[in-house]
């Protein structure tokens, strides 16, 4: 039985470029990792380590370079999040392009946009932060 998302990791092409993406854009925090024999940090959201990044391990060192935009089957990572009108400011600011999706009847907002290597990202903010919508 699955309990809600424990976390998720991104290999990341430059490792402190998409640290500082999910830090200074997504509002995550650096926080404890254990001492693993690689580089990475774990990035924490609400107490708990949400996203994990890996730099580059010995044994990476025979696989092909790390390219962005090729996730395979993955598709996106979501997140519940609140601030809305923080959050688009703070995408605005770096230069972010997302796309901003208002639910059918619930109202709730959705933004939809990519960290530096290409992985996709959906928030989803709750019906109240939503500017009022004409009826439907």
Same mark, same amino acid.
């Given at each position: 039985?699955?309990?809600?998302?424990?976390?998720?990791?991104?290999?990341?092409?430059?490792?402190?470029?998409?640290?500082?993406?999910?830090?200074?854009?997504?509002?995550?925090?650096?926080?404890?990792?254990?001492? #693993?024999?690689?580089?990475?940090?774990? #990035?924490?959201?609400?107490?708990?380590?949400?996203?994990?990044?890996?730099?580059?391990?010995?044994?990476?060192?025979? #696989?092909?370079?790390?390219?962005?935009?090729?996730?395979?089957?993955?598709?996106?990572?979501?997140?519940?999040?609140?601030?809305?009108?923080?959050?688009?400011?703070?995408?605005?600011?770096?230069?972010?392009?997302?796309?901003?999706?208002?639910?059918?009847?619930?109202?709730?907002?959705?933004?939809?946009?990519?960290?530096?290597?290409?992985?996709?990202?959906? #928030?989803?903010?709750?019906?109240?932060?939503?500017?009022?919508?004409?009826?439907?």
């Amino acid at each position: 039985m699955l309990h809600g998302l424990n976390h998720y990791t991104v290999c990341p092409k430059d490792l402190e470029r998409t640290k500082d993406f999910y830090v200074d854009v997504l509002g995550l925090e650096v926080g404890f990792r254990p001492p #693993l024999d690689f580089p990475g940090y774990w #990035l924490w959201s609400a107490g708990q380590p949400t996203v994990h990044l890996i730099g580059m391990r010995e044994k990476d060192s025979a #696989l092909p370079p790390r390219e962005v935009g090729a996730t395979g089957l993955f598709d996106h990572v979501a997140f519940t999040a609140s601030g809305l009108a923080e959050t688009k400011q703070r995408l605005k600011t770096a230069k972010v392009d997302y796309e901003e999706r208002v639910l059918p009847r619930i109202h709730n907002t959705q933004l939809f946009f990519r960290d530096p290597d290409g992985v996709s990202i959906e #928030l989803n903010f709750p019906a109240h932060e939503t500017v009022p919508q004409a009826a439907e």
